[in-house]
């Protein structure tokens, strides 16, 4: 007791003691209780979202050829495992094409190594192994050997690859794997250097060779920048092909499937009975999402397939487990394609969809807008409320020429924080109200009318928001 008294004392020393600790306490339970109300309630919103989506997707036809482009072995089993199934009982085609080995992943390659030092050449052999892991998936899947193929680019280098890498004297060196280009052993694209160039032009040889009616491909707004990259490397190509000729003949769907984004899908482990909705913050913006149906035996088909992937298993068995559901949910980009050109387009950005966006409204971003003018090309930037001078904007932008081709020179990055901008080309930026007016004069980005923008928002050096680099198309 006499302890317990003496320690009150000390704890009690002074009134100027206890008014600091509330004033250092007081806003720390302030943001545990708002962290823990959204939380609360963005899952209260996710299990809304489930109730109300309509699996009204019409399953695979003989007649379809399905074009699925994957970042990592895994991925394509997680996002349309269940179509793939169905696609394979119908007799319908299905390609699988892997943009990388999934070789830079530290934790997997110490985990079969067993060694908490690994070298390149661990890292190669992780994307061997990964290889022969979506061979099984695919067969568990019941597709026969070979309707794949593994590209074997950089794992974790895609979105260099778009934005920075673009031609061959620029090559990306992997800091994993210290390749510059794919090596023998992955057999894949061997020899193909590691550029941004390089890969759209495998895309698109892919694309009029297979004839896809669907292609699928991951949605922008994937938090996973080989995803997200990943699916602007798809939508160039198809641009690039719309221009120059060389679509299949009847045209082809694209869709979109997703796999990171925040703690979706939510409950997280094998829920095989339950189903699915896309994120929550992405309903009712520019994609038009819809469910496909999955019987009970091949969602259980699907989850020996995700099994198939041991060395992923073994490190998050329960995130890659949610993904096997009693239906799979699928994006399509609005309008694609463009059915009628017009002078711009705006794509719109969820807001208020995390913690950290919700208390820097400033940088949360709402909409990007790509518009047509006489001096040259405008981009908008909205954000939630007008962009301070706190707020770094980082700006990239990637189009096609006149002729549908993609040069190096094609591309702009920026990083605007109030009137500083830090641009390689010459830009008029000017902040209008709620939205940062960016306007290119390039006279080869007027012409082809498809631009690939990615905005990116940052307040003290970390990101607050991020579009994910968005495919636009605004008019010729
Ligand atoms: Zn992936």
């Known amino acids: 007791m006499r302890t317990y008294r003496l320690i009150l004392s000390k704890l009690y020393l002074s009134a100027w003691a206890r008014a600091l600790a509330l004033i250092v306490a007081a806003p720390l339970l302030w943001i545990s209780a708002a962290g823990a109300a959204y939380v609360w309630n963005s899952r209260e919103h996710d299990r809304e979202a489930v109730r109300a989506f309509a699996d009204d997707l019409n399953p695979p036809t003989p007649a379809q050829r399905y074009l699925i482009v994957a970042p990592h072995p895994d991925d394509e089993v997680l996002g349309c495992g269940g179509l793939m199934h169905y696609a394979s009982r119908v007799g319908a085609g299905v390609r699988v094409l892997y943009m990388t080995n999934g070789d830079a992943f530290r934790f997997a390659a110490e985990r079969e190594t067993r060694r908490l030092r690994v070298d390149p050449m661990d890292y190669i052999r992780l994307g061997v192994m ?184 073994a490190i998050m068995s329960r995130f890659l487990l949610s993904f096997a559901r009693r239906n799979e949910v699928f994006g399509t980009p609005y309008p694609y394609p463009p059915a009628s050109v017009s002078t711009g387009a705006v794509v719109q950005q969820p807001v208020r969809d995390n913690l950290v966006r919700r208390f820097r409204p400033q940088a949360d971003i709402k909409s990007v807008r790509v518009e047509q003018l006489q001096g040259g090309t405008l981009v908008a930037v909205q954000t939630e409320r007008p962009a301070g001078r706190f707020t770094e904007l980082l700006l990239n932008i990637r189009w096609l020429d006149r002729s549908g081709g993609a040069a190096e020179g094609d591309s702009l990055a920026a990083t605007i924080t109030g009137d500083r901008v830090e641009a390689d080309r010459a830009l008029d930026v000017r902040q209008v109200g709620d939205q940062m007016h960016i306007t290119i004069p390039s006279q080869s980005l007027r012409a082809a009318g498809f631009v690939v923008v990615e905005a990116e928002t940052r307040m003290a050096g970390v990101m607050v928001d991020r579009t994910g680099p968005v495919a636009v198309w605004f008019g010729g």
């Open 130 to 313: 990964r290889r022969r892991e979506a061979e099984t998936a695919l067969s568990t899947l019941g597709l026969p050997p070979k309707s794949f193929r593994m590209l074997g680019f950089p794992d974790g280098g895609l979105e260099a690859l778009f934005h920075t890498n673009w031609s061959e004297a620029r090559r990306y060196r992997s800091p994993t794997t210290a390749l510059d280009a794919v090596p023998v052993a992955y057999e894949g694209a061997t020899g193909a250097p590691y550029c941004g160039a390089a890969l759209l032009r495998l895309l698109e040889d892919e694309i009029r060779s297979y004839a896809p009616t669907d292609i699928l491909c991951p949605h922008p707004s994937d938090d996973h920048r080989d995803h997200s990259a990943t699916g602007a490397f798809v939508e160039m190509a198809l641009a690039s092909l719309s221009i120059r000729g060389g679509l299949p003949p009847n045209g082809c769907r694209l869709r979109h499937y997703i796999v990171h984004r925040g703690s979706w899908p939510q409950p997280q482990g094998p829920h095989l009975a339950d189903r699915m909705a896309p994120p929550s913050e992405l309903i009712g913006l520019h994609t038009g999402w819809r469910g496909l149906s999955i019987s009970k035996d091949a969602t259980e088909t699907k989850a020996a397939a995700i099994r198939a992937f041991r060395s992923q298993m």
